[in-house]
């Protein structure tokens, strides 16, 4: 006779948040079981993006720079749990040996990488909470916003094609060994250069501000500005369009991602690289 | 035979790691990719400040302009050593599951991480001189050359790496007592180095309390000290009062300070995380 309850079993949607909720768990535990992270994955990496304004202040440029940097720094932390907490993941799962479980539970990949996310999203969300205020109460940074609804519009619409592009980002690292790590560093600085996260964009000229817009957060961050500093701000193109461009790219990188980790999970299968670490 | 001791056996471990970390780093692919990953992000790094300068100062150019390209070239450099130590512990213990293994080995356990650390300052070379040709070439950066300025850059250069590696060795002795999401502390420390050291703006711009602290810091006296050596006098500087010379002392003198200080940290943190047994403890979230 057993002694234990059966476990009910689910399916469809209902599944797969039972396993985004799994997986964003370990996280927010981990999070609050070891408060240390709060000094050296916020104040620390506060004190970089603070660097940046006082590269500014020995410029002598005008304090909406400030602002700009402030904005920079908070988006910098969104892309780095895009990039190291979702796409790169992956990778450290085979180190642990976690991977093949993610592959043989019946809810798929991408509730598992929307777990991840949904756990990372409290460090991320602090962390760029912080560097907003630090940035409007030590440094008198002005972050007004002319159009609350275009503000949001653009927040939401530029996290969700953000991590649909840590989603096909994280299908390239089923197949990826010790690259990973190294491809993350090498779209940290050059990926802040082309998408103008401490200078406005259009900097860089017209065409490599357009291949730049591929990237979510270089429209995000241009519209953004343009809601903080309207007649001011040198805008990549008008607002309308990047909230568009946005619209395309989180509907592209959603379904995209769909499809690449289903190809790439099958290559991986295929070429036995699941399971294959360094 | 048995293992060399005293000296002869922690420059082993010390050639031994940092062959180790060339393979860690470098063998993962062909040298072209490689040298491309290499130069990538201390490049970026460099046209970030190109471009903050040149949206404030309308295309025109400027002694700050060289400031930031001097600073930015030399950043990886310092950041790669130091961070070298912590990662290599890191690594060994949450990646590879090694530690174990080469801390019981008959070897000066710090020795080896030093060899690790210095591997990345080889690592850290490359783009250092990279991004100072294309400051040359792209931007006029007007590099000055002598025998007085090469010794003195070349006195600052090995004081410097001996601070670094000090340094390098405190964060080690504070990677040992975190278990879990630890491999972000590197990253974080080179983030707060940044704003201190005045690596991209010369240290007069920060309030006078964050100026205090930059002046116990190692690396603020090597940057100080290497773009006296590369730029033509009548540059900005983070200490216009102090001539060359008194730089260079107190160069000495901080990384003196911060050997002990690392060496003190590095056997506190050893002996705490032995004592309570995580030496070895792998932690994942």
């Known amino acids: 006779m057993s002694v234990t309850a059966p476990i009910p079993r689910v399916g469809g949607l209902r599944r797969a948040l039972y396993a985004v909720r799994g997986r964003a768990y370990p996280r927010v535990v981990g999070a609050m079981r070891e408060p240390s992270w709060l000094f050296y994955d916020i104040v620390l990496p506060l004190l970089g993006a603070v660097a940046f304004v006082f590269v500014y202040r020995a410029l002598g440029a005008p304090p909406r720079f400030t602002g700009y940097v402030i904005m920079g720094g908070a988006t910098l932390a969104f892309w780095m749990n895009v990039m190291w907490n979702m796409a790169a993941q992956f990778y450290w799962e085979k180190h642990q040996g976690n991977l093949e479980l993610y592959l043989a539970a019946p809810c798929g990949l991408v509730p598992i990488l929307l777990g991840m996310a949904a756990g990372g999203l409290l460090g991320t969300s602090v962390r760029a909470v912080v560097v907003v205020l630090t940035g409007a109460l030590l440094f008198q940074a002005p972050l007004p916003v002319s159009s609350w609804p275009a503000f949001a519009a653009i927040v939401v619409l530029g996290l969700v094609a953000l991590y649909g592009l840590g989603m096909v980002f994280s299908s390239l690292f089923l197949l990826w060994g010790r690259e990973a790590w190294h491809t993350v560093q090498l779209l940290q600085e050059p990926v802040y250069l082309v998408s103008g996260f401490y200078f406005p964009v259009r900097a860089l000229g017209p065409w490599v501000g357009m291949v730049a817009s591929l990237i979510p957060i270089t429209l995000a961050l241009d519209g953004l500005r343009q809601v903080m500093f309207p007649g001011v701000h040198p805008a990549l193109a008008p607002l309308a369009w990047e909230v568009g461009g946005l619209a395309v790219l989180a509907v592209l990188f959603t379904v995209l991602a769909l499809r690449v980790l289903r190809l790439m999970e099958r290559l991986a299968r295929r070429e036995g690289r699941l399971s294959f670490r360094w | ?285």
């Open chain 2, 1 to 285: 035979m048995p293992p060399p001791s005293g000296l002869a056996g922690a420059l082993r471990a010390v050639r031994m790691g940092a062959w180790l970390g060339w393979q860690v780093q470098a063998n993962w692919t062909d040298p072209l990719l490689f040298f491309i990953y290499s130069i990538a992000r201390p490049l970026g790094g460099a046209l970030i400040l190109v471009f903050m300068f040149t949206v404030v100062a309308g295309g025109r150019r400027g002694p700050m302009l060289d400031f930031f390209l001097v600073g930015a070239a030399l950043w990886p450099y310092v950041v790669w050593t130091m961070q070298g130590l912590g990662w290599a512990v890191l690594e060994e213990r949450e990646h590879f599951k090694m530690i174990r293994y080469v801390y019981t080995a008959p070897i000066p356990f710090w020795a080896f991480l030093v060899g690790r650390g210095l591997s990345m300052a080889l690592t850290g070379l490359v783009p250092m001189v990279l991004t100072l040709l294309f400051g040359v070439v792209a931007l006029a950066l007007p590099l000055v050359f002598s025998p007085a300025r090469a010794a003195y850059a070349l006195a600052a250069c090995l004081l410097g790496l001996v601070g670094l590696v000090a340094m390098g060795l405190l964060l080690v002795g504070v990677v040992f007592l975190i278990s879990g999401e630890a491999w972000r502390l590197p990253e974080a420390v080179g983030a707060a180095l940044y704003l201190l050291s005045g690596a991209i703006f010369p240290v007069t711009v920060l309030p006078g309390w964050l100026q205090g602290l930059a002046r116990v810091v190692p690396v603020t006296w090597w940057l100080e000290a290497m773009r006296r050596a590369l730029l033509p006098v009548g540059h900005p500087r983070s200490f216009p009062a102090l001539d060359d010379g008194m730089v260079l002392a107190l160069l000495g003198l901080t990384v003196a300070l911060a050997a002990l200080a690392g060496g003190l940290v590095y056997q506190a943190g050893l002996w705490s995380a032995r004592r309570r047994g995580i030496l070895d403890a792998e932690t994942h979230y």
